[in-house]
């Protein structure tokens, strides 16, 4: 197809191609390993509340320690172990990293906050998934209303048969579920309607160009207001500046979540972050990011 299209389209294509599976043959042997050589780090991102500049919760974000190539972010390796069927591996890592910190945290005496968990397609279609989660809270003693789990429309929108009893077994346990890259996919109302979620994230992309797109305002203020009258709390990702903040906040989205609170740290960076936010809300310096 790509050589009827043109000679040009057709090397370009191939290049592309090409340095894709180079890259990917480069990586595969060392993703097999990578989890029984300890390199996988889970990153924590909080997500504040956006009228009081408080903590609800955290993201869990995986990222690899590679040992030449240096640190790693999913969009580098995820699809690969997605295609290397280790994603249910990995997956329940995270989930067990994230519940095993919560605990930490508990036990430190910060406030309560809840840690969120992306959980793949494939992680919810393989049986067990809730036996194992509920098997990590209580391995770790942490109530389900601390875990928050973020899945991805496409998924729920493809498998909803096999998909929805999985969430409605999370939900009965306590857990609260959200819906990842919300404003993307294919955002079809009925599904949300019947979703046991309580929670829609912005996608980062109709973040971005706020306050400069009229287009992209109108948006987000249309998902926000949907999802208030679906009794949904809006977090709104990849907020960057001052201006998404304002405009997020007039617009009463709950929660932000982006690099202008916080870029995505290791637990310990996060416990400096926390005291210093504590410290900052006790004493009202000025106005909170
Ligand atoms: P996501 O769940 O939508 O996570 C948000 C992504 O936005 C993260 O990218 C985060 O670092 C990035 N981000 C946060 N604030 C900002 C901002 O202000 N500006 C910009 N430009 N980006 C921001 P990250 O960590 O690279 O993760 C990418 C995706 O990989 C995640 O998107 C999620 O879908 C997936 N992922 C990450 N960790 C896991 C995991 O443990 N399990 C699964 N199944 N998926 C994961
Ligand atoms: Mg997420
Ligand atoms: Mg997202
Ligand atoms: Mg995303």
């Known amino acids: 197809k790509a050589k009827e299209s043109g000679r040009n389209k057709y090397a370009c294509y191939r290049k592309e191609h090409s340095q894709f599976f180079e890259q990917w043959m480069r990586l595969e042997p060392d993703l097999r390993q990578a989890l029984s050589q300890d390199q996988f780090r889970v990153f924590y991102q909080p997500q504040i509340d956006a009228m009081t500049g408080q903590l609800s919760g955290v993201e869990a974000l995986l990222r690899w320690e590679h040992p030449t190539q240096g640190l790693m972010s999913p969009g580098e390796f995820l699809p690969i172990i997605e295609e290397l069927g280790l994603m249910v591996k990995v997956g329940s890592w995270v989930i067990e990293q994230a519940c095993a910190q919560a605990a930490k945290w508990r036990k430190a005496g910060f406030p309560y906050f809840k840690v969120a968990v992306n959980i793949a397609g494939q992680q919810i279609l393989t049986k ?19 875990l928050e789990l973020e899945i991805v429309e496409n998924i729920v929108v493809k498998h909803a048969d096999e998909v929805t009893p999985v969430l409605n077994a999370l939900k009965d346990m306590g857990i609260s579920l959200a819906l990842d890259d919300f404003g993307t996919g294919y955002s079809s109302l009925s599904y949300l309607k019947m979703l046991p979620i309580q929670k829609v994230k912005i996608d980062q992309s109709l973040v971005r160009d706020i306050p400069t797109d009229s287009n992209d305002e109108a948006i987000a203020r249309a998902v926000i207001a949907l999802g208030h009258s679906l009794n949904l709390c809006v977090c709104a990702e990849g907020v960057e500046s001052k201006e998404h903040q304002i405009f997020l906040r007039r617009e009463g989205c709950d929660q932000l979540q982006g690099y202008l609170i916080s870029r995505p740290v290791p637990a310990e960076a996060l416990n400096s972050w926390m005291l210093q936010q504590a410290h900052l809300l006790n004493n009202n310096v000025g106005s909170l990011p």
Do not use: E
């Open 128 to 146: 067990g998934l809730v036996d194992w989660v509920s098997q990590m809270l209580t391995k770790y003693d942490i109530s389900p209303a601390q």
